[in-house]
């Protein structure tokens, strides 16, 4: 991933993304104040007001309209919508008609799916060939249940894209390096996949406890959905261990903003 500076506001782009506009957030160049302070992207206990100069600030950034933006409410599911000229706005300024859907994907030009982090992973997903975009929500249950793999179906199943053609990327998250869990969560994960293992390592400090490599997994998820591999761009960062440049819900607790990924056709 490359940093982009645009004033007071930075921001990550993927470089296999060229030709689609995109980003994933930093907590520079917003307005927001205190815990949120600046770029908050979440609606959360921030003003309103605040929120929407920060998604002004950042789509100006990345040459959209804060107008056609378009979220759901991420509950940690598999669950997929396709997004359509009608749900244009809907988030920011107007009601959300559909809850509980982790991705969104859509055809129609100047749409920007967003999708909400502060240390879960987003996938990014563009086909130049029939030009689709996609952004899917995948922290720990997310990837459990393979969003990625199901966004990647979806994409084939109703928009006739081909899965060597897709190109992904796997935004800054919770790094191995801090995302530790316990054996409940380590059993999800070998339940999952028969190849967990190869991203679980033992916490040799704390018993019962291990460390789980998110940006692997998914990475792994999407080359078994098949996504060439040469077509992954994962961004390996760690959010939490940049507070300075990232929220972290590990880290702050719920006293944070939200990060924000971006994608535009």
């Known amino acids: 991933m490359k940093l982009i500076k645009k004033g007071d506001v930075e921001y990550y782009v993927f470089e296999k993304l060229h030709g689609v506009k995109h ?13 949120y302070a600046t770029m908050n992207l979440g609606w959360r206990e921030d003003k309103h007001e605040n929120v929407i100069e920060n998604y002004r600030r950042i789509c100006r950034a990345i040459g959209c309209d804060c107008r056609n933006t378009v979220w759901t409410r991420q509950i940690h599911t598999d669950r997929i919508l396709n997004i359509t000229e009608a749900d244009r706005g809907k988030g920011l300024f107007l ?7 982790d991705g969104i994907i859509t055809k129609c030009k100047d749409i920007v799916l967003t999708g909400f982090s502060a240390d879960c992973v987003l996938i990014f997903f563009y086909d130049p060939c029939k030009e689709v975009i996609a952004i899917c929500h995948s922290g720990w249950r997310g990837t459990v249940l393979s969003i990625g793999a199901r966004t990647v179906d979806k994409m084939v199943s109703d928009y006739g894209c081909k899965r060597e053609n897709i190109i992904c990327g796997i935004s800054p998250a919770i790094g191995k390096c801090c995302f530790q869990v316990d054996e409940p969560v380590v059993k999800a ?20 406890h291990y460390y789980i490599d998110l940006h692997g997994v998914n990475e ?33 607790g719920n006293e944070r903003g939200s990060m924000a990924g971006f994608i535009s056709l």
């Open 23 to 35: 980003c994933f957030s930093t907590r520079k160049g917003g307005v927001s104040e205190g815990c």
């Open 95 to 101: 009601e959300r008609e559909q809850e509980g859907y």
């Open 189 to 208: 994960f070998r339940e999952a996949f028969e190849w967990a293992d190869d991203f679980i390592e033992k916490d040799t400090e704390n018993e019962g």
């Open 220 to 252: 792994e998820i999407l080359v078994d959905a098949g996504i060439l591999r040469d077509n992954i761009e994962n961004s390996r960062i760690c959010t939490m261990c940049h507070p300075d440049m990232f929220y972290s819900h590990r880290l702050m």
